[in-house]
């Protein structure tokens, strides 16, 4: 049994990573699975950053065959869907759960949420939360890296898709020319960084700077591009290319998903942050360097210890260890430029790791996230059923 209409809802907290994998996920159940997916999102100018095409005025749209919707306060009445996705957490419109009591049979109410590498994760996930109130059950579906969990976004084709770039030349010099600028010189280290605000930004600049190898530094437009500008003394904007000593550091606008995706393909180390963009890092198959989001008190810490342990699992205790240092180095705000030389000097090494661990998600993950969240919700109906 396969639940044909969905509604998901985004409340966009942190700029791209929210409505990232939501969008990613109404894409591919409607693409891939021909579901009718209604997305409600809160804030569409972050949308329209990731999608061009929408535009930010209209509280209705179609993109992609997925019906986009301005989440609206007060929040119109509408029927509810077959499945409600709650993305993260975001507390459902009063009148939407009113409508969702009335449903008969009563809608899959799924709590999608976010990624985590700890062990409790398993235990936890597809487990059920009544409400009494409303005489419903929500559960909660966790993406994750185990078999026990719900797996991770990763649409059909994705890494033919990739494999096809790097094999082509001129549709690699097509992906430059598109974002307004030449190839890099293929001896160039290709550096994508996309962070947050980060101290160890300009020390990091000026090592690259001094060093021997030519570096390519990729910036998209986003929070810390002030850093940079800041350290080049100058403006940057989209376009523009600065080059100090053996770095070059190019400003990227802000890119729709799937060209980031090529992006992460073409790139040597990829900085990334947050949540999508570390599982398409993932999927990219090259040394990457994670900043998790910060929270008070340290609380991220220990998912960001859980993941390198998971990562870094089957690597030569050395190379974990260069891995491991510069990764905390990099989420502590200092210590980076030192911890670079070591990081730089095992690349090799470290992109055979990279593409050990995309396989390894492919063979021993949870699989595809998307197929699981439909079966899941269908064994959930077909339970239900009279």
């Known amino acids: 049994m396969k639940p044909k209409c969905w509604d998901i809802f985004c409340n966009v907290v942190d700029n791209y990573g929210d409505i990232g994998v939501c969008w990613r996920l109404a894409r591919q159940l409607a693409g891939e699975d021909g579901i009718a997916v209604r997305l409600w999102v809160d804030d569409l100018h972050s949308f329209a950053r990731l999608h061009p095409a929408a535009d930010p ?3 209705a749209q179609h993109c992609r065959g997925v019906e986009i919707r301005r989440w609206l306060s007060p929040f119109p009445v ?6 409600v996705i709650e993305g993260f957490g ?5 009148t939407y759960l009113a409508a969702m009591s009335q449903r ?11 990624l985590s590498a700890e062990a409790w994760v398993g235990g936890c ?7 009494p109130g409303l005489d419903m059950v929500r559960y909660f579906f966790f993406p994750g890296f185990a078999s026990e969990t719900g797996g991770l976004l990763r649409e059909s084709g994705l890494l033919a898709r990739r494999d096809a770039l790097r094999a082509d030349r001129s549709a690699q010099d097509g992906f430059w020319a598109a974002l307004g600028m030449e190839a890099p010189h293929p001896e160039a280290l290709k550096v994508s960084l996309f962070c947050y605000e980060n101290n160890n930004i300009p020390s990091l600049l000026n090592g690259w700077a001094a060093g021997q190898r030519r570096i390519v530094c ?4 986003g929070r810390a591009l002030p850093q940079v500008s800041a350290w080049l003394q100058e403006p940057a904007t989209a376009g523009d290319i600065f080059r100090r000593g053996s770095l070059e550091v190019r400003v990227l606008p802000f890119v729709a ?3 980031y995706d090529e992006l992460l393909w073409l790139c040597d180390v990829n900085f990334v942050r947050g949540e999508d963009s570390l599982i398409r890092a993932g999927w990219a ?4 360097v994670w900043q998790i989001y910060p929270q008070d008190e340290m609380a991220h810490w220990l998912k960001l210890e859980a993941f390198l342990g998971l990562y870094s699992a089957g690597f030569e205790p050395a190379d974990a260890e260069v891995l491991r240092l510069f990764w905390e180095a990099w989420n502590h705000g200092e210590g980076a430029s030192e911890a670079w030389p070591d990081f730089a000097g095992a690349q090799d090494r470290l992109e055979k790791h990279a593409d050990l661990w995309c396989r390894k998600l492919c063979d021993d993950a949870g699989g595809n996230m998307a197929a699981n969240l439909v079966d899941f919700c269908g064994k959930i109906m077909k339970d239900a059923a009279p």
Do not use: F, T
Not at 90 to 94: E, F, I, R
Not at 104 to 114: F, H, K, M, S, T
Not at 218 to 221: A, C
């Open 57 to 59: 005025q209209l509280d």
């Open 78 to 83: 509408v029927e509810s869907a077959a499945v």
């Open 90 to 94: 975001c507390a459902l419109p009063p």
């Open 104 to 114: 008969q049979p009563r809608p899959v109410w799924i709590n999608l949420e976010y």
């Open 125 to 131: 996930h597809g487990l059920p939360s009544p409400q």
């Open 218 to 221: 990729l910036v998209p437009e």
């Open 257 to 259: 998903q799937d060209r």
């Open 285 to 288: 198959a090259k040394p990457m």
